[in-house]
């Protein structure tokens, strides 16, 4: 779309996911372009404006976000702050009328990721939840392959998102921020992408979790948190999330009749799909290559397509809403030593 035609975002938080991604990616978009700040502390937001050609008008305070309602170059408001402030964030950008893309996870809980849907229902205006893996290439063949039936039946899936986290004094240690530890933040990609592969939700869930002791950092949040999840078409699940072993992020499917292997699944690029398929005795072992878009990009583009020609999106809060639910009872499992029935 020529620039004046592309959906207008708003970018609420200037943190590294913001300055990094997400407004290299809008600039890059062919259908979105970002005409709005909304940030904490003016000087900085003044900076950004300038290298993306926004107007020092249009850039606002947290507590100024009922002014977008008078700017109708702001057609959606792009949530990228902490995950405690997501609600507050989202509610702020439905109350002003604009279209809403929040970052994951939706939320601290199941019961704000409902207040959220039904704000932005109220509002009429579109919500969806930035699961950047369900744009990727990859991640969408390895799900068509498992669910077409080619290998036979999904029976086992493995699912591993681990990585080394920096010192203490980031709102990620802090449970009314983060909602948690590796669990929302990182493992949230184990929980969505088997759900993703097998387009199913689990029945059951069993967990154990991990705060060593003697560390600040893992005072209110878990540092490794170790989950089973049960379907009813008998598949299980093992998902490993870690804040404390070097990074990894791979996820494997195990069929009657073969294996589906990604490699950095959960990653923002690198992604390498391997694909095992039983031949008699033997087995054909053959890696897919595949073309994959900038994930960031997509995602984007995917939300300004909803808003410009009114389609649903394809993760909307309902989505987060399901993993949140999830996420409740990964924990409650874990707290109580038991598996939880959802
Ligand atoms: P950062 O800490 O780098 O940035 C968060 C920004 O939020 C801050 O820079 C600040 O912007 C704003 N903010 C407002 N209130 C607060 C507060 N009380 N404490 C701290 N920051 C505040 O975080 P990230 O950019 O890494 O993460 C932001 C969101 O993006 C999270 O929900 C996270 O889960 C998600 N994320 C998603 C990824 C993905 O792959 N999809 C990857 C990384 C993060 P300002 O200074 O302008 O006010």
Redesign the pocket.
Known sequence: LPPEQRVGFAVV??????LNQILPALHRSKNARPVALV???RE??ETVAAQYGIRSDAIYG?DEMQKMADNPEIEAVYI????G??RDHVLAAAAAGKHVLC???MANTSREAQEMIDACQQAGVKLMI?Y?CQFDAFNKEAARLVQSGELGRPRIIEATNVQMMGPDG??RFKAG?AGGGALP?IGLYCLNGVRMMLAENPIEVYAQAVNPTGDPRYAEVEETISFVLRFRSGVIAHCVTSYGAHEGKEMTVRLENGWVKLDNAFA?SGQRLTVAQRKGEAQSLEERKLSAGPQFVLEIEHFADCVRNDRAPRTPGEEGLQDQIFIEAIYRSAQEGRPVTL
């Open positions: 938080g200037l943190g590294r996911l913001t940030s904490g502390y900085k937001a947290y990228v702050t902490p995950n402030l997501h970052e994951k996870p930035a950047r980031q709102w921020l933040d923002y």
